[in-house]
């Protein structure tokens, strides 16, 4: 069951995310969803505390606690592609910037709105991001009709040496 895996890799959960996920999608029984946060809780991830108190409909039966830990997950293969998100949310935090870097490294381009939409994250939130990056030179911008579009500035990284192109993909 998940609940292993969150027990041990609970820290790797953006849980504000979770929240924007659940939201408008009712993803999910409210019910099992506070008492999974309640059980995090327990367990010390305390940031799920927002999810316990934001979810209505506690569970009525306090024995129908399905969730075990059989202590056989592990935490995320730093080779995988699942992972890489993982590692950025190592690397940024818990915060939007790991989706949106996410999401502009896995698409060509894209509107802030349509990035905000498909990562669950506030478009201001989104697009303060985008100017911060396109300030840095870590994206940049191009107008497209009437639409600015982001990209990540993939394009200036020069890695002439092999063995430091295995290091940064690595």
Not at 29 to 50: N, P, Q
Not at 62 to 69: A, L, M
Request: proline share 2%.
């Amino acid at each position: 069951m998940c609940f292993d895996w969150l027990s041990k890799n609970g820290k790797l959960i953006s849980v504000q995310r979770l929240k924007n996920i659940q939201r408008p999608t009712h993803l999910g029984d409210e019910g099992w969803l506070r008492e999974l946060a309640e059980l995090m809780i327990e367990r010390k991830f305390v940031s799920w505390k927002s999810i316990a108190n934001s979810v209505s409909d506690p569970l009525t039966v306090k024995e129908s606690r399905q969730f075990s830990v059989r202590s056989m997950s592990q935490k995320p293969l730093s080779i995988s592609a699942e992972s890489f998100i993982f590692k950025l949310r190592n690397f940024f935090g818990m915060t939007a910037r790991a989706e949106v870097f996410h999401w502009l490294l896995t698409h060509e381009s894209g509107h802030a709105s349509a990035i905000a939409r498909d990562t669950f994250w506030l478009p201001k939130t989104v697009q303060n991001i985008l100017n911060e990056w396109e300030n840095a030179g870590i994206c940049r911008y191009f107008i497209c009709g009437a639409e600015t579009l982001f990209q990540a500035n993939v394009q200036d990284i020069d890695l002439e040496d092999e063995a430091e192109k295995r290091r940064f993909v690595k």
